[in-house]
Structure formats: structure tokens, C-alpha cells
């Protein structure tokens, strides 16, 4: 059964802290995708990571693929208020098409 | 920018009644997705589907439900009986395929509420 577990489930911090939030899997995949989800709405898409060791930068988050390609992190940079929300990880290692999502950390930014 | 788009917003329907969800995908893709959320739980995948046919499906995904893409332009879920464990949030989702094919778009999803 593929798995992804994410860490922590819940983080609140302070306005301008740094934080880094994992992703893990015992299994190998093709890529990992992270996504930022609001109440109410669907997950939207932040990057895709497709290469072992591979870093992707989005303004303040970067993002980075294990060497492995086993698991990945996700790292903001002074977090703001706005970056508030549920962030997802999701990856398919079947060679198919059955994405699985991981539950999400939820993060609380506090002005 | 292109978007997946989703109706009804919220679907509220009596048990054992059928419901269709209805998606339209962003224009270029070729693969097409179902996914549900109940109330605090984690994105769930019910199914794939590509040249008119299911890719895969979970265990989730049983012979109450089903797909189809009856024009170009549409694609929608079935639920045929539905059950008090059905009410969720469904996000549609789709991707442009090949390497991109694991890059999927999602809809704003369909509230249903099953009573």
C-alpha cells in the first residue's frame, strides 16, 4: 500500500518565522506534487518535483525531491499571514494513474 | 488561465437517490480524475480515466459509481444509490498527459449532502 505521511499534521507560528514541513514514503516515485488547499475549495497546484534531489523555488517556498525520490519538503521562508492554509502531498508510484494525497499539515501564521 | 470548472456548486439529495456530478476539464487535457474528501479527512482518488476509458480505480470506486464523457467538452460522476457515506466534497481534477500527466488540475468541487 503506497503511503504518504506528512509532518507535522499542524504548525501555528509567528509572522516572519521560517518552517519546513515533510513529506515521506517508504515507496519510490516518478514525482511528487504539492498543493495548497483552502476550506471549501479544491487543491491548488504549487510544483511538481520530478528529479532525485531536485530543488524548486516559488517565491518564499522551496521545495526539494529526495535523493531517493522518496520523499520531499516543503520550506517557507518569513512566512506571512497568507500562507495560511492546508498544504498537500501527492504522488502516484504505480506508473499509472492513481495519485495518492498525503493528510496535509495544516499551517497557522500568525500576524 | 484555463480552469477546471465544476456543477452543481452543492448537491443536496435524499438517500438511495442518484446524482450526477458534472466537470468540465481544461480543453487541452487528455486525463480526467474523480477525487472525494469527506469532512476533514484527507483527498481520496476514486478513479482515472483516458480515451474513453477507466485507467484506474480504488476500492472506494465500486459498482455504484461510474464515468462517462458524453461529449468533448463534459465529464461526470454517477452516483447511483447514494448512501449517507457518500456525502463529501468531490474535486474533479485533469492533466495535460505524458510527462505531465501526474500535473493534474483540480475543479473547485461539488458539496454533496446525502440525508
Known amino acids: 500500500t503506497q503511503l504518504l505521511e506528512q509532518s507535522p499534521q499542524f504548525l501555528s507560528i509567528q509572522e516572519g518565522e521560517n518552517l519546513t514541513v515533510y513529506c515521506n514514503s517508504s515507496s519510490v516515485f516518478s514525482s511528487l506534487q504539492w498543493y495548497r488547499q483552502e476550506p471549501g475549495e479544491g487543491p491548488v497546484l504549487l510544483v511538481t518535483v520530478v528529479t532525485g534531489g531536485e530543488v524548486k523555488k516559488l517565491k518564499r517556498l522551496t521545495f526539494q525531491f529526495g535523493d531517493a525520490r522518496k520523499d520531499s519538503s516543503l520550506h517557507i521562508t518569513a512566512a506571512q499571514p497568507g500562507d495560511t492554509g492546508l498544504y498537500l502531498c501527492?504522488?502516484?508510484?504505480?506508473?499509472?494513474?492513481?495519485?495518492?494525497f498525503g493528510a496535509g499539515t495544516r499551517l497557522f501564521v500568525k500576524a | 488561465e484555463p480552469e477546471v470548472t465544476q456543477t452543481p456548486s452543492h448537491q443536496v439529495t435524499q438517500m438511495g437517490q442518484e446524482v450526477i456530478l458534472r466537470c468540465v476539464p481544461i480543453?487541452?487535457?487528455?486525463?480526467f480524475y474523480w477525487y472525494r474528501q469527506i469532512l476533514g479527512q484527507k483527498v481520496e482518488f476514486l478513479v482515472s480515466f483516458y480515451n474513453n476509458e477507466i485507467s484506474e480505480k480504488s476500492e472506494i470506486f465500486d459498482d455504484q459509481f461510474s464515468v462517462e464523457r458524453p461529449d468533448g467538452s463534459n465529464f461526470t460522476l454517477k452516483i447511483r444509490s447514494t448512501k449517507l457515506e457518500d456525502s463529501a466534497m468531490y474535486f474533479c481534477?485533469?492533466?495535460?498527459?505524458?510527462?505531465?500527466?501526474?500535473?493534474?488540475?483540480f475543479g473547485p468541487g461539488t458539496r454533496l449532502l446525502v440525508l
Open positions: 501527492a504522488g502516484d508510484n504505480t506508473g499509472g494513474f492513481k495519485t495518492i
Open positions: 480543453s487541452n487535457h487528455l486525463y
Open positions: 481534477a485533469s492533466s495535460e498527459g505524458g510527462a505531465l500527466k501526474e500535473t493534474q488540475y
